[in-house]
């Protein structure tokens, strides 16, 4: 294999640029490979094949991959090995003056190529643990090109989706898979709902950058009002996600769809990982791989994980947004990690969201001069009425500092009832506020994925899974040994980046007619989820 460094796509050297006053928000995001309009999905449509007739055997083989699932498995395993080398396809690729359109040629490429390492690998029995160099040779190098892990990634369903209107929007409605693993509605719906969410949430990386350059100008109103924008927003994400079980049957995406996104990290048929044949350590660029030895020579052995939901930058973009930190074992090594699965315009614009002006600082520095905030969060089993708060409010305590629950309050805040609400004062409750109804946001996005991993992972056999309506139980031993296809256990991860939203809670009071009243109170996670679980329950 022959690899040019400089012959790599310039718009994926990324250098991080920090929002600063004069920032155009179109701009700044288009620098990074992002878009106003549709956020992180590519800036054209995907191709529905590539153009040249010298990549007409690819484009046949993908078309015939469901047959994997029949008595016709040894002929497309035959046709994978046997696929033609084309010597100067990269080149073939890149021969065009748009970068957009080599761009769209090469996600196109690397779709076509991971969705056959992944067929080769899963529908073999046990799963195959060498990729023949038909596939590992030009997935490395289209990797290598795309700056990220030559595995399926999100990104790839990010780059497989036509329009069933070529003139219609891009909607939920009116998309569908162009190519896909077993075939079906229910396998093109799993992947088209994440399109959908992706489109649907890109005001709030707009709002992201529009509240990080109010933060710098010192400008409340703003704040509140981009934050307001991000509230607006994650909602109809958690709608679109509600939408899964109409056209995707839990019992096929367990047993027919969820084996081929599967990664080799984490899987017991891969304890060291899976030979890429032809390709050694030196053909690797920027990801992690050892040596075997394979016949005669030392092949490069790679161990990923696979296609997964926490893989989106649009969910780390909320999370880098609103300055929620995720430290546990249980979530923070699994969100590094797979950052090698974004293309790497998208990883060094969370970078820059990161370390750019903190939205969440801001809160707390105008919380700091009102004496009804604190930036303590209320347990998961506190009650409105148990809370320092409400007694406040109905005079049950005329000091919040008198309570032994007082931990609520600011330490060195002495509250009455007829307190003066200056219009700082009310500015800062309103801040607080907008910040926590994005938090509260986030967090019923969380617990509705929470509840269709329980539909869909939580649960291996068909007789379990009824119907689309179905709530199951399943038991605390289950939940830790259940595995998403991203490689991690997938309950306990889950519920710790649910549990990390919440903790970034600020609780707040405001003076109203009736005396101190409580705007800002943090309901309980399981309260929360009992409320989720029983609304998806109850939709169509």
């Known amino acids: 294999m022959m690899h040019s460094e400089a012959n790599r796509l310039d718009i994926h050297r990324h250098m991080v640029r920090l929002v600063d006053l004069d920032t155009d928000v179109s701009a700044f995001l288009g620098h990074y490979g992002v878009s106003a309009d549709r956020g992180f999905l590519p800036e054209i449509d995907p191709l529905l094949r590539l153009p040249s007739p010298l990549f007409d055997e690819w484009e046949s083989v993908i078309v015939r991959l469901p047959e994997m699932d029949t008595e016709r498995k040894s002929e497309i395993h035959q046709s994978l090995e046997t696929l033609t080398p084309i010597a100067n396809f990269m080149d073939v690729l890149k021969d065009h003056d748009d970068p957009k359109v080599v761009l769209a040629r090469l996600e196109r490429a690397c779709l076509l190529f991971v969705m056959f390492a992944n067929g080769w690998i899963w529908s073999h029995s046990p799963p195959s643990t060498v990729l023949p160099a038909s596939i590992a040779q030009p997935l490395q190098l289209l990797s290598n090109e795309l700056g990220r892990v030559p595995a399926l990634s999100y990104m790839n369903s990010l780059c497989n989706w036509r329009r069933t209107n070529p003139e219609g929007p891009l909607d939920l409605d009116n998309i569908k898979c162009i190519n896909l693993f077993v075939g079906g509605e229910d396998e093109s719906w799993f992947f088209m709902v994440t399109i959908a969410i992706e489109k649907e949430g890109a005001p709030v990386l707009v709002a992201t950058v529009e509240a990080q350059k109010a933060v710098l100008r010192n400008d409340t109103e703003a704040v509140i009002a981009e934050l307001r924008n ?32 599967a990664g080799t990290r984490g899987s017991p ?47 780390a973009a909320l999370d880098a947004s609103l300055g929620i930190s995720h430290t546990h074992p249980d979530t923070a090594y699994y969100l590094r990690d797979i950052r090698q699965h974004m293309p790497p315009g998208h990883r060094a614009f969370l970078d820059a969201i990161a370390e750019g002006p903190s939205i969440r600082n801001f809160v707390h520095s105008k919380a700091s001069i009102c004496p009804f905030a604190s930036a303590a969060v209320m347990d998961a089993t506190t009650t409105e009425k148990q809370c320092p708060m409400h007694k406040l409010k109905t005079g049950q305590l005329k000091s919040l500092d008198s309570s032994a629950d007082s931990t609520f309050a600011s330490s060195s805040a002495t509250v009455s009832t007829d307190h003066p609400m200056t219009p700082a004062m009310r500015q800062a409750m309103d801040l607080i506020t907008a910040y926590n109804d994005c938090l509260k946001a986030v967090e019923e996005f969380r617990t509705v994925h929470l509840i269709l991993v329980a539909q869909y992972i939580l649960q291996p056999k068909d007789a379990q899974v009824q119907g ?67 609304q998806l329950s109850s939709s169509d």
């Open 230 to 261: 991000i509230t607006a927003t994650v909602p109809r994400m958690t709608a679109l996600l509600k939408r899964m079980r109409e056209h995707n049957r839990p019992s096929v995406f367990y047993n027919k769809v969820r084996p081929f996104v």
């Open 269 to 315: 048929a891969h304890p060291h990982g899976i030979v890429f044949e032809g390709v050694t350590d030196s053909d690797v660029k920027g990801s992690a791989c050892s040596s075997t030895a394979v016949g005669s020579s030392q092949w490069s052995v790679h161990s990923y994980f696979g296609g997964s939901a926490a893989q989106s930058s649009l969910v």
């Open 468 to 534: 689309a309506g179905t709530v199951l139980e399943v038991s605390e031993g289950d939940h830790k040994k259940a595995v998403g296809t991203g490689g991690t256990s997938i309950f306990p991860f889950l519920k710790g980046c649910r549990q990390e939203t919440v903790d970034q809670y600020v609780s707040t009071v405001s003076e109203s007619s009736a005396g101190a009243e409580m705007v800002g109170k943090v309901s309980g996670a399981s309260e929360s989820t009992s409320t989720s679980m029983n």
